[in-house]
């Protein structure tokens, strides 16, 4: 297979990405593990996706005197991919949860792995605001090529994915698409088969989430 010249992706690794990731790939993995170690991976993204947001100083009073700190600035807007993006949703709101959300609903046909858009409700966007575009699995590119397409029609200007694992065939996409656009990942998989599902993947992300096979 020709080896895909990879852009703009930053694969994140820690030890407890290695430990989850293998229960999330096991097909024994119940609904309720594959819930709590894909909860592990998308916080240990999500701490590496927004290490560069940006910060104010705020002057308050501890108990025992005045001092400078750090507030986030209000400019994060954070977009799920429906549905499997709910999961990774859920880990985001815990660490920023006044962040406001936006929802994209995308259908694959399984027999043609095309994304069609059933749903969509995204607040105002501003050039200024950073926004996390977040789905599990980067197999085409096509759901999240699709999604950038109408953030950008949006306003939006500073794009970053974050995904939980990717094909090498889905981020040369996007990297043809939008090459300013960052991807954080938490595996980078051999292939996509001859159904577009990523090998060795986990299979079908927001059935085993959800609990729908
Ligand atoms: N979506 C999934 O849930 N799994 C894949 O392998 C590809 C797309």
Do not use: W
């Amino acid at each position: 297979m020709k080896q895909l010249r990879l852009k703009n992706i930053t694969l994140v690794q820690h030890p407890l990405i290695d430990h989850s990731l293998t229960v999330l790939r096991d097909t024994h993995c119940s609904t309720a593990d594959f819930r709590q170690h894909s909860g592990i991976v998308s916080q240990i993204l999500i701490l590496e996706a927004t290490k560069n947001l940006h910060v104010v100083n705020k002057t308050i009073q501890t108990p025992l005197a005045k001092m400078i700190g750090k507030r986030l600035k209000n400019d994060v807007v954070v977009v799920p991919v429906l549905r499997s993006g709910l999961a990774m949703l859920m880990e985001l709101q815990d660490f920023l949860p006044s962040t406001r959300v936006g929802f994209i609903g995308l259908h694959r046909d399984e027999k043609t792995a095309q994304a069609h858009q059933y749903y969509e409700k995204l607040p105002k966007i501003f050039a200024s605001h950073k926004v996390f575009l977040i789905d599990p699995m980067l197999a085409t590119g096509g759901s999240l090529i699709a999604s950038m397409n109408m953030l950008r029609e949006k306003g939006a200007k500073n794009i970053t994915i974050v995904c939980i694992v990717s094909a090498p065939e889905g981020i040369s996409e996007i990297n043809k698409a939008y090459p300013d656009v960052h991807i954080y990942t938490a595996a980078i998989d051999k292939h996509l088969n001859t159904q577009k599902f990523i090998v060795p993947g986990l299979g079908d992300f927001g059935d085993r989430y959800f609990g729908t096979i």
